[in-house]
């Protein structure tokens, strides 16, 4: 089987995804002025091998592998066993494969507020979502900062300071003459007004210009956390788990529209950022403990750009035991899991062949991902292994083992790509040609849109790539009625999909290790739009 590896080459080849072959590890007899042709070791990824590794990750035994519990540390282990059983290195040295990613569980704090002299009641008025240890503050100079926006066009931040100051932000965005939200010109809900996103998008506006703190007024969603929160805080149990930091987190409440407007009265009404001469006295005692918990990262050095990385994740993590019950986790992400072992195992086989891949490939598996993508943020804005800027492109896999229910059109061999083409064409010309000459499975970019009201885009660990100006692609087979339920389990899992599917990560990741030149990133974060792709057979 001597092909040349070049996308754009003359022919292309019969073999596709979907093709099984044995494990073998025999050298293929080559001239010199011959490549090796991939699909040698992209058939060595079986549905057979991965259902046997899913029944495993996927049992009982690991306990729903709920992040920094006794099931995730199983997990762990028996990652780093298969890493040690294929003879893959770890860049940890040592053959320790675990990353450390130190995290704090918040308990459920309460606090007291008055304004001018007249109380409010947890739970009833006002919800403590972050605070770094007890928090005792007389504030009489709060900022108003309207609703909080800080974006490219528009900017509730511009003309005033909050540097070190408490502000105040209410829920929502304005709108132009036509009904289009300021930011994006469009009807369609923007990271500004859609629900827990735009809580984390206005947090974020706050703590980059400096203030020490945000309440936050959002009725309709006070209502709906304030009950949780209350009733967590019955039970004594803990909240939300977090990546500790060494540095003071923002101190950010959630509060009812009647206490927003005892804060300002013309709350409602007024849009105008302005310092308020309200007096308002707060405490807050809160608890939190420590959990530890780990990322696997095993790797392949490149043969001749070494310092250049090819990164491949999935997330280990899953919802662990609800009520008495195990979540599995199988599709999610069970599957992706077991892939990146999968394909791991190919690039080894191809290395001890004498067929090592030119860039670095780093197999990822991120803890905390259902916590909030913890695990990829530790690896990205806290403890890179390897500089970001030399990081070629990030290839995440999350849920690639089930079909989509809702899918009413089209062959059940498909697979919803995410992001492919938002920071670099080159890479999703690449993506396209690899499935076409390889693969031939159905590309669907459905949930690609900009305006995808899902927004899966931002709820997978490649967005922590994205992020920082990293091309990406996601992998992703969409939800279906077993997602984050006990029913998601190792039977349901439609192994000639997740055979396919890996095969189709491994050929992209195998064009973007040995290809002549990395690939360009010719757009940037924040500021993409995408191509309207449909899909592709």
């Known amino acids: 089987m001597k092909k040349t590896l070049l996308l754009f080459g003359i022919s292309v080849l019969l073999v596709n995804c979907g093709t099984s072959s044995k494990r073998s590890t025999a050298a293929i007899q080559m001239n010199e002025a011959e490549q090796i042709d991939p699909t040698i070791y992209a058939t060595t990824i079986t549905s057979d ?45 040592n053959y320790d494969y675990f990353q450390e990613v130190p995290l704090e569980k918040q308990g459920v704090a309460e606090a007291k507020i008055s304004v001018n002299g007249t109380p409010f009641q947890s739970f009833d008025d006002h919800i403590v979502l972050r605070a770094s240890g007890n928090v005792n503050i007389s504030e009489d100079a709060m900022v108003y900062v309207g609703y909080g926006i800080d974006a490219d066009n528009y900017s509730d931040y511009k003309d005033i300071d909050v540097e070190g100051k408490i502000v105040l932000a209410k829920a929502g965005e304005p709108k132009d003459a036509e009904g289009n939200y300021i930011t994006t010109g469009s009807k369609e809900n923007t990271k500004w007004t859609n ?60 509060v009812s529209e009647t206490l927003g407007k005892a804060l300002h009265s013309q709350l409602l009404e007024d849009e105008t950022p302005k310092v308020l001469n309200t007096n308002m006295d707060l405490s807050i005692e809160s608890t939190s403990k420590l959990v530890s ?19 491949i994740s999935a997330h280990l993590d899953h919802e662990g035991i609800k009520n008495g019950e195990i979540y599995n986790g199988a599709d999610d992400d069970g599957s992706g899991t077991v892939a990146v072992v999968e394909i791991a195992e190919a690039f080894k086989l191809a290395e ?34 390897f500089p970001l800027e030399h990081t070629v492109a990030n290839l995440n896999i999350d849920m690639i083992g089930r079909t989509d229910p809702k ?7 498909y697979v919803y790509l995410i992001g492919s083409d938002k920071l670099s ?112 057979k």
Request: include cysteine; charge should be negative.
């Open 49 to 93: 091998e991965l259902k046997d590794l899913l029944y495993t990750y996927a049992s009982d035994e690991f306990e729903g592998r709920n992040t920094g519990e006794k099931g995730q540390k199983l997990a762990v282990a028996y990652l780093k066993d298969q890493y040690k059983s294929m003879g893959i290195s770890t860049p940890l040295g």
């Open 195 to 254: 629900g827990r996103q735009s809580l984390s998008s206005k947090r974020d506006a706050a703590k980059d210009n400096g203030a020490k703190g945000l309440i936050y007024v959002d009725d309709y969603l006070f209502q709906r956390y304030a009950p949780y929160y209350q009733r967590q805080a019955a039970a004594g149990v803990s909240g939300r788990l977090s990546l500790k930091s060494n540095e003071q987190d923002m101190m950010m409440l959630m």
């Open 293 to 311: 918990s780990e990322n696997v990262v095993a790797y392949i050095k490149g043969t001749e750009h070494p310092d250049e990385v090819i990164v």
């Open 352 to 385: 001890k062949d004498g067929h090592g891949p030119k860039r670095s490939m780093l197999f990822l598996h991120v803890t905390g991902e259902e916590k909030g993508l913890l695990g990829s943020k530790h690896y990205t804005d806290i403890d890179p292994i």
């Open 407 to 413: 899918r009413e059109e089209g062959d059940r061999n």
């Open 425 to 536: 064409t080159e890479l999703h010309n690449i993506s396209e040609a690899v499935n076409i000459k390889y693969c031939n499975v159905e590309l669907d970019y459905t949930y690609n849109d900009d305006n995808d009201p899902n927004r899966f885009y931002y709820r997978s660990d490649h967005y922590n790539f994205a992020k920082n100006n990293i091309p990406v692609i996601f992998y992703f087979n969409g939800t279906h009625d077993d997602y984050h339920r006990p029913s998601d389990t190792p039977d349901k899992i439609e192994y000639d999909l997740l055979q396919n599917r890996a095969r189709l990560v491994f050929h992209t990741a195998w064009e973007l290790a040995n290809r002549k030149e990395r690939i360009k990133v010719d757009k940037s974060f924040g500021n993409t739009k995408t191509m309207g792709y449909k899909t592709n």
